[in-house]
């Protein structure tokens, strides 16, 4: 089966840097992708990785290391609007296309 | 608007009343995924769509949920002989997939389904 795994809060001052983690295991890996969802909103989409490394977009980046079935979102100069849900989600292959596993996510609260 | 819209945003029913959702994808967008969603979770995969073939369900959905994407543009998501279980958000995503790994999936705002 597939399950991946974050933490399920993290508490961080404005300006501060914060790394989310995630754990998974699958059987048809194909890539691991970061959505951000406010509280009463649709998860947007932040980044993804296919192979191993980091990827940085803006304040936003995204490391993968396949070998070790791990990956982290990375937060710099975090702003209060940052306080939200992420979720860590894996494009695994199935037996007739692909699917997509999200974590249970975790909630980020900034303070001031 | 050219994102993802649903309709209805909130749905109200009672148990054993059967309920149908619509998501309209991002036009060209010819792959669709619905998800459920209750609070404090992740988005809990159903079924996707590749064009008008439904390639993946999940072993999760029971023979109640049904979807549908005739056309492959519009999907419906019915869901038979609700139960007080089926209470959640229910999303759906659309990407567009052009050959390579990366699958960016655009979410609309959902539908709130509450059985009574």
């Known amino acids: 089966g597939q399950s991946l795994e974050q933490p399920s809060e993290v508490t961080a001052v404005e300006g501060a840097i914060v790394q989310i983690n995630c754990t998974y295991q699958?059987?048809?890996?194909?890539?691991l992708s970061w959505y951000q969802q406010h509280d009463g909103g649709a998860p947007t989409f932040l980044s993804y990785?296919?192979?191993?490394g980091l990827e940085e977009t803006g304040r936003f980046s995204s490391f993968l290391s396949r070998s070790d079935s791990y990956g982290y979102l990375l937060l710099q100069e975090l702003q209060m609007k940052d306080s939200a849900s992420y979720f860590c989600?894996?494009?695994?292959?199935?037996?007739?296309?692909?699917?997509?596993?999200f974590g249970a996510g975790t909630r980020l609260f900034v303070k001031a | 608007d050219t994102g993802v819209s649903q309709d209805p945003r909130h749905k109200i029913t009672k148990r054993g009343q059967n309920v149908t959702f619509r998501c309209d994808p991002i036009?060209?967008?010819?792959?669709l995924y619905w998800y459920r969603q209750t609070l404090g979770q992740g988005p809990e995969f159903l079924t996707y769509?590749?064009?008008?073939?439904?390639?993946?369900k999940s072993r999760l959905l029971s023979d109640r949920f049904s979807a549908e994407r005739p056309k492959g543009s519009f999907s419906t998501l019915e869901i038979q002989r609700t139960e007080q279980g089926d209470s959640a958000m229910y999303l759906c995503a659309s990407s567009f997939q052009a050959g390579g790994p990366r699958d960016t999936q655009y979410f609309g705002p959902g539908t709130r389904l509450t059985v009574l």
């Open positions: 699958t059987s048809g890996f194909y890539g």
């Open positions: 036009s060209e967008h010819n792959r």
């Open positions: 989600a894996v494009r695994d292959r199935g037996t007739g296309g692909f699917k997509t596993i």
């Open positions: 769509f590749q064009n008008e073939a439904q390639l993946e």
């Open positions: 990785n296919a192979l191993d």
